[in-house]
């Protein structure tokens, strides 16, 4: 909000000085602005003069003084402007503008925060794409929190996004989970003979079985499945408790308020012929060779450590290889960019599908698509681990800590540490209803805000109805002057957490304003008997509410008027 008529500012006064003959060059870099470290060097800082000095030949202070010359502030933007260190512009704000601020909030409303940026350009989002193989798991709720903070925060900044889950339906989990499920249905239990050697032993095996034994129909995403109740139809069972762990999957994800628009299943690939035809495909390109028995990709001439295997001895495929022909097909769906949040064991694909993608000769530009990786949770309680859940057996569920702590504060945990940053998910904390909870803290600043403004109608102050043109003025204090300053940042805000897909700068933008809210409220009397004062007051904190209910809007987060 301040920043871009900062740069146009600069960039006007980069302009005169050219037509001037003080400046040589006809072109410049990027204005960038950003802000200092320091309070007490200004509210914002550039460097560009220090950019400049080679190109111009002169000291960047000389340049810097040439710049701040040419300012034209007619708009009073600026209460003044230093040369610092080397060569830094410090620009210091006016009051009157931070004022200002205020009132463009209010005109913006509930779009405030967003923007156009991304023009309505496509981008594809594939998050979770969990295997079909038992209940989503605490590091797919990390993903999927990452992913749908990630999708919302690109749509807040103008981008047609398409979120899309991928379900690896084919290939030796699947098989594994047919045989449990069966064994299940021959009454044979885990540990007994019979029992598959790498066989699931969570209790929704258990559920599974008793469900295909019972013939019940399974309806998940796009699937319609009617249990066969034959426990010798492996194939049956197959299908049936794919479709029974994707509709408990698709449950989990509803309770987490994550949806998708597409999704996609491994084995369609195969049906289609997809992953035979991108064998082919590198094969006619020549990026392929046998040795060993195996079909190899020349993955090291794209940049690999060494060649991959894609077709082992045996004739089964690599898992990278229906990866291959997975991007490809998104590829040729159109999206001309694309975003892959996975969890950091993914790691290893990234090169090889890249590989793959440019060996095919399709065009695809390097470095697609783009990857997002995060780090693995642990879950605390007590100051323990936990690691057992009784419905997954092996592990915490993502409904376990749904139905422990609530949906926002597990969305909120999930995404307040940067994505490859490992997490540790304290139940205990989580819980608490202290300025200790990061969640807790925000919304309860959103609620305190909600109880001044119904406290104020009772004595007659409708905040909603307040001229701010007329009360402006009158916020001075260092306390509201923080506020006025953290509210204005929100669009870079967003706009930065979007283009770096870290949706934890939005997290700590929350946490900063709702403890700058906290200290004006501990310090300063909203509701006097200043008549002037107390509807500046108000309106200032009807502006902070907005902002408190954007952001968290764009998180997937409520903003709850009473805790």
Known sequence: MIRKPLILLVEKALGKGVNS???????????????????????YSCNIAMQLAKKESAPPRRIAEIIISNIDDSDYLLEKVEIAGPGFINFYISQDAWQKALLEIERQGGSFGRSGAGEGKKVQVEFVSANPTGPLHIGHGRGAAIGDSVSRLLEATGWDVTREFYYNDAGQQIANLALSVQARCKGVEPGEPGWPVDGYQGEYIKDIASSYLA??????????????GDPDDLEAIRRFSVASLRREQDADLKAFDVRFDVFTLESSLYSRGLVEYVVRALAENGHSYEADGALWLRTTAFGDDKDRVMRKSDGSYTYFVPDIAYHLDKWERGFIRVVNEQGSDHHSTITRVRAGLQALGKGIPEGWPEYLLHQMVTVMRGGEEVKISKRAGSYVTLRDLIDEVGRDAVRFFFIMRKPDAQLVFDLDLAKEQSPENPVYY?????????????????KGFDAGRIQGADVVSSLESPEELEIMKLLSALPHVVSESAANFEPHRLTGYLTDLAGSFHRFYNKSRVISDNSRTTLARLYLLERTAQVFRNALDILGISAPERM
């Not at 919304?443 to 104020?456: M, P, T, W």
């Open 21 to 43: 003959g003080a400046l040589l060059a006809g072109t410049f870099p990027p204005v960038m602005i950003g802000v200092p470290s320091n309070p007490e060097h200004g509210d």
């Open 215 to 228: 013939k019940e129909v399974v309806d998940a995403s796009d699937q319609h499945i009617a249990a066969a």
């Open 442 to 458: 925000l919304q309860y600043a959103h609620a305190r805000i909600c109880s001044i403004f119904e406290n104020a109608a009772g």
